[in-house]
């Protein structure tokens, strides 16, 4: 198993930055030079729904030290295949517009097709959450779910996140707004993969 600086390890995944260059390709259309500089096989899953990946550009942008927040690809070990991702919206800032923003961080996540219903987007999100943690002190966390994505709801609502806003997203459409406040604690505040 070959891993990056920066990867982030669990027992079945790598979660490993996109960067900007491997992102600028996966938007140029070019998953071969993409796949290279991520180290496997970009997922034409990832071409085909690129508002993340322009959002990590525009982020980027605006802010250089979004950098370590932005894409992940999600690395099936076994395979050394991606099969998902997952990032945060930006980073926690103060003050927010609302007070469920205060501190917190917005994630999004795709486990592909091929992949769901096994666990890794749990495994993927927990892990992400232990590394804003122990990173930056994270340990608010925000998930935005649209109200009949039954197993992603499930999940959340799984890990603990509780429901404290419905918001119409421009590109989603009605979307209802999870918050898990951990209080630092890293024992049981934390769900476990």
């Not at 070019?30 to 500089?37: F, I, K, V, Y």
Request: with cysteine; hydrophobic share 40%; glycine share 8%.
């Amino acid at each position: 198993m070959l891993t990056v600086p920066g990867d982030i390890i669990t027992p079945r995944l790598i979660l490993r930055l996109l960067g900007p260059a491997a992102t600028q390709a996966c938007l140029a259309h070019d998953p071969a030079t993409a796949g290279q500089l991520l180290g496997v096989p970009v997922s034409p899953a990832l071409l085909d729904t690129p508002s993340a990946l322009e959002h990590d550009l525009r982020q980027l942008q605006q802010e250089a030290a979004y950098a370590p927040w932005a894409s992940r690809a999600i690395i099936l070990k076994a395979e050394m295949k991606m099969i998902g991702l997952i990032r945060f919206h930006s980073r926690p800032s103060s003050p927010a517009d609302k007070f469920y923003r205060e501190n917190a961080a917005e994630m999004g996540y795709e486990i592909y097709a091929d992949y769901q219903r096994r666990g890794y987007a749990r495994e993927a999100i927990t892990s992400i959450m232990h590394w804003a943690l122990e990173t930056s002190g994270v340990h608010r966390f925000l998930a935005s779910v649209a109200p009949e994505n039954i197993a992603s709801l499930s999940l959340v609502q799984g890990l603990g996140f509780m429901k404290v806003d419905e918001v119409m997203d421009e590109t989603d459409g009605l979307e209802y707004v999870f918050l898990l406040d951990t209080n630092g604690n890293t024992g049981a505040g934390y769900p476990s993969y």
